[in-house]
């Protein structure tokens, strides 16, 4: 790799471990290997959302080509969120495509997908899905991604409904994900979604 | 999406095209002694006073610096490499105002005996490119009429009786680039259409009198 993709990375790994919001807790990133090439991400569910109390894994690629071209960052945790896929976890953000700009840093990074969490987009989606749902069904998609941050990213407290739900399409023989993604598309109908499973 | 980050620090000042250009700013070329520029270089690891002098980009104390309008602080190795990946969209990486290779401004310490700009050095600076201005539009003096400089005389007759002399101005084909005044083309030129606006007018004495 470039030596000033590493010279920067090792500078900006040190700068996010040190910076406040690493000492709150709210981001961290942690080596995945040893020559900076890829990273893991860490970031907290902002107060006062549907993700609040959860913690978000994501990896993170540094290019050949950094800081000139964005790093490659996606959710490895699954998040229901009308700019990150409910499926591969792909990000649709900006500044991590054409408005990325050589003075940001992984700690910037981190602090904008937070943002994201907070202040989703749902007339640039990335998940056509949850981003209807979020526009016409607004309190469900509260209620859905509340959930998916209980089963997926360590919120203690989910809605029993839902469970009840979900155990019912997994006593079908369908798989836990798998059930979740079906009954969240589906406005949590379980019908349409043993149709949509079955079908 | 337009959800974006930016350092606290960074003042974010929308600086754009506003400034006189340092194409043409000259520097004493005496390229002779240390050729290094900033004294303490590879900026160590706990030296949080030399922060404010950092690269925006690499992040190392900046070498050969050079400073935007916008007054952020780059190596110009580092911000050349920005300028030419986004050669169509010259942007300021810390606060996205227009920047380009002509409106930053190198910065000289004491310390740096070299004091070539440091534009010069990496990347050769391009020489400059010199389009010779459009021509003033206008050659058709005749009559004296068209001495001031764009009068241009259009003549025209619709369906009577054959429609000969549509316009003037485009006879031969020539009338896209007029020539230089003083050439024997534009001499030509001149008569050619004193003649035409002659027969022109004899025409019209014609249509009318007879």
Redesign the interface.
């Known amino acids: 790799m470039a030596n ?1 993709a590493i ?2 990375i090792k ?2 790994f ?1 700068e996010v471990i040190k910076s406040d919001e690493a000492q709150k807790c709210a981001i961290n990133v942690e080596l995945v290997g040893d020559d900076y090439r890829e990273l893991r991400g860490e970031i907290a569910g902002p107060p006062d959302t549907p993700y609040e109390g959860a913690t978000f894994q994501l990896e993170i690629k540094v290019p050949e ?1 950094y ?3 964005p790093p490659k960052v996606k959710f490895v945790t699954k998040i229901w969120h009308p ?1 990150i896929s409910s499926v591969t976890g792909a990000i ?4 991590l495509k ?2 990325w ?5 992984l700690r ?1 990074v981190l ?2 997908l937070q ?2 969490l907070a ?1 989703a ?1 749902p007339d ?1 989606p990335q998940d056509a899905v949850v981003a209807k749902q979020f526009k016409e069904n607004h309190s469900l998609f509260l209620q859905t991604a509340q959930y998916w941050s209980h089963v997926h990213a360590g919120v203690p407290k989910g809605n029993s409904e839902f469970a009840k739900k979900v155990r019912c399409l997994q006593d079908m023989g369908v798989g836990e994900h798998q059930a979740l993604v079906a009954l969240s598309s589906c406005n949590w109908d379980v019908d349409r979604a043993i149709e949509q499973l079955f079908s | 999406m337009t959800v974006v980050v930016l350092e606290e620090d960074s003042t974010i000042t929308m600086a754009t095209a506003r400034a006189p250009t340092a194409s043409d700013s000259t520097h004493s070329d005496n390229s002779s002694s240390n050729p290094s520029g900033g004294g303490a270089e590879g900026g160590g690891d706990d030296v949080p006073d030399n922060s404010n002098f950092e690269c925006n980009i690499c992040l190392d104390t900046a070498k050969d610096a050079v400073i935007s309008m916008c007054g952020h602080l780059f190596c110009w190795p580092c911000l050349h490499q920005w300028l030419e990946t986004r050669p169509n969209h010259q942007t300021c990486p810390v606060c996205k105002a227009a920047i380009s290779r002509d409106k930053v401004i190198p910065l000289y310490g004491r310390g740096s005996g070299n004091q070539q700009d440091p534009r010069d050095k990496l990347p050769p600076r391009p020489s400059g490119q010199r389009t010779e201005p459009e021509p003033q539009g206008g050659f058709m003096p005749g009559l004296g009429l068209g001495e001031a400089g764009g009068f241009q005389f259009h003549f025209g007759i619709g369906a009577f009786p054959f429609g000969i002399f549509t316009t003037f101005n485009n006879w031969g084909g020539a009338a896209a680039v007029p020539p230089a005044p003083g050439t024997q083309q534009y001499q030509e030129e001149r008569f050619l259409s004193q003649v035409l606006m002659a027969m022109g007018l004899l025409f019209l004495f014609w249509l009318i009198f007879v």
Do not use: G, H, V, Y
């Not at chain 1, 649709?92 to 500044?95: F, G, P, R, T």
């Not at chain 1, 700009?101 to 840093?105: D, G, I, K």
């Open positions: 000033i010279q920067r500078r900006e040190k080509t800081p000139f071209n700019n649709c953000l900006d500044i054409d408005q700009a050589a003075a940001m840093t910037t602090l904008s943002a994201l202040a987009e640039d």
